[in-house]
């Protein structure tokens, strides 16, 4: 580990050691950085597994960090170069937009696992653009294109590695020089796996199939998915292929939101006793909030976090009542979940091509207004890489007690949304906000149901996952009661790109 600038601890540096044995046995040398061509009948699977607090993302960085210097090519999922035999790869992947975005603001260059399951094509003529950007070949001249919006565009690429962002910043539209979309049909390379607690047996085959290497970084202690029987992809590895991390402390001194999580892991813990270890903590530490009710302005951005769908539902008619909603349409800045995309077969290409651009299922989306059709929506995607799309939307309102949602507008088919004011503690998975707002009564509901997941109690589930979410403020609601907005709904909040990659396609009718 000889020219590392961080010290590990004994599991990061066991982990890190073990993990560069397997690449150097695929062809990777992480101490020499020296490559040789991958081996097509060799095939390695692993496992980086521990709590909040271990230093799976620092060493999940770490490990990229030494890729790139031993000259592996980073692939984003945006554009790829022309294959060669002894090129190698590593693309790093989470399972959501959000979970993507928080890896990238610690400089890692994630993208989501269904981004590269589908490869963009290229205009021919701007793919000549996105060679000499990533150095693959000689400056070009392109008639749409002055030397200015070049020399623009090899900047930004220099700065974020994005081939679409740098030609944005040209002055081109996505529909410019992406033609499409098409599923995956050659294998990668390396994978590394962020959140990968949140993999279903599908997910994970479609992965081995692209990945002769791949890595998953994950927690256990997080809630399995749905129909998956509590176990996790992880837990069906080898004793030798899963590397367990311990926590941190001398990294995460003094975290009160990560003791409370630790504290889930006693089984004699019971929830009134959790409880009192909140409010303890509260009185200690600004970063958790015991509070009576819910913030209104907060749950535009970051959502309640909630057990039931019931309570989910009333809490997101008591935002919309809060700020003035109408009945028969959205505001500006009310946020959304992705919830599907509703096209026929015969429209596949255009499924793919929204998933591709941020719209798949639990994506968080903040409404921005009417597109310039009827049934279109102008929308941020969060996390995405070029957040601004206006597709035609199916928005569904639910309301409490009865069975079918409204539906203030819609087109004959689309991408489908529920409102995100409130979200499950399923759906959070994978997510992170500076501040997390969770339903404590939700919470009591699940520890008095006795239900067990995995052998633990799922109400310590529940509430490490979602004390988890939080980066900076733990706030714990206690009542059923939300507070009056202090601030107006809009969307001036949020970073727009100086040229958005937009989308405003016929609708599919």
């Given at each position: 580990m000889s020219g590392q600038s961080i010290t590990?601890?004994?599991?990061?540096?066991?982990?890190?050691?073990?993990?560069t044995e397997?690449?150097?046995?695929?062809?990777?040398?992480?101490?020499?950085?020296?490559?040789?061509?991958?081996s097509e009948d060799k095939t390695q699977v692993m496992a980086v597994i521990g709590k909040a607090g271990s230093g799976k993302t620092m060493l999940l960085a770490e490990l990229v960090k030494a890729l790139d210097a031993a000259g592996v090519d980073l692939v984003s999922g945006d554009w790829e170069g022309k294959r060669r035999r002894e090129r190698r790869t590593l693309a790093v992947l989470a399972p959501t937009n959000k979970a993507a975005s928080v890896l990238r603001r610690r400089g890692v260059p994630a993208t989501t696992i269904h981004r590269i399951l589908y490869t963009p094509v290229y205009d021919p003529e701007y793919e000549k653009v996105a060679e000499w950007l990533a150095g693959q070949g000689e400056r070009p001249e392109i008639e749409a294109l002055t030397d200015v919006a070049l020399d623009r565009a090899k900047a930004v690429y220099d700065a974020h590695k994005s081939v679409p962002a740098a030609l944005a910043a040209a002055g081109l539209r996505g529909s410019d020089f992406i033609t499409g979309w098409k599923r995956r049909e050659d294998p990668l390379d390396i994978g590394f796996v962020d959140e990968s607690s949140m993999l279903d047996q599908k997910q994970f085959d479609d992965l081995r199939e692209i990945f002769p290497t791949l890595v998953l970084f994950g927690d256990p202690a997080q809630l399995a998915p749905v129909g998956q029987s509590g176990e996790m992809v992880f837990d069906k590895l080898p004793d030798p292929a899963r590397l367990v991390l311990g926590r941190i402390h001398r990294q995460e001194a003094d975290n009160p939101i990560l003791d409370l999580a630790h504290a889930l892991g006693d089984p004699a813990l019971e929830f009134h006793e959790f409880e009192r270890m909140i409010e303890d903590a509260a009185r200690r530490d600004r970063r958790v909030v015991v509070a009576p009710r819910a913030d209104s302005d907060l749950m535009a951005r970051s959502p309640v976090l909630v057990w039931r769908n019931a309570t989910?539902?009333?809490?997101?008619?008591?935002?919309?009542?809060?700020?003035?909603?109408?009945?028969?349409?959205?505001?500006?800045g009310e946020p959304l979940i992705c919830d599907g995309i509703e096209l026929p077969v015969k429209h596949r290409k255009k499924r793919i091509d929204l998933e591709a651009r941020g719209l798949i299922k639990g994506a968080q989306v903040v409404y921005m207004g009417p597109g310039r059709k009827p049934g279109f929506s102008r929308l941020h995607v969060v996390g995405a890489e070029s957040p601004q799309l206006s597709p035609a939307s199916i928005v569904k309102i639910e309301k409490p007690d009865e069975e079918e949602p409204f539906i203030p507008y819609a087109a004959r088919m689309g991408a489908t949304f529920l409102?995100?004011?409130?979200?499950?503690?399923?759906?959070?998975?994978?997510?992170?906000?500076?501040?997390?707002?969770?339903?404590a009564p939700d919470i009591y509901a699940a520890s008095r149901a006795g239900r067990v997941e995995a052998g633990q109690a799922l109400w310590k589930r529940l509430a490490y996952v979602a004390i988890t979410r939080a980066e900076e403020r733990l706030i714990w609601i206690t009542r059923y009661m939300l507070s009056?907005?202090?601030?107006?709904?809009?969307?001036?909040?949020l970073e727009v790109p100086v040229a958005p990659l937009t989308l405003e396609a016929e609708d599919a009718g």
């Open positions: 590990y601890s004994e599991d990061q540096a066991a982990a890190y050691d073990r993990l397997v690449l150097r046995s695929m062809g990777v040398d992480l101490d020499a950085e020296t490559l040789v061509p991958a989910r539902i009333r809490l997101i008619r008591a935002f919309r009542v809060a700020h003035g909603a109408p009945e028969d349409a959205l505001l500006p409102h995100g004011a409130a979200v499950t503690i399923h759906k959070a998975q994978g997510s992170q906000w500076q501040d997390v707002q969770v339903f009056k907005p202090q601030e107006v709904l809009g969307t001036n909040d």
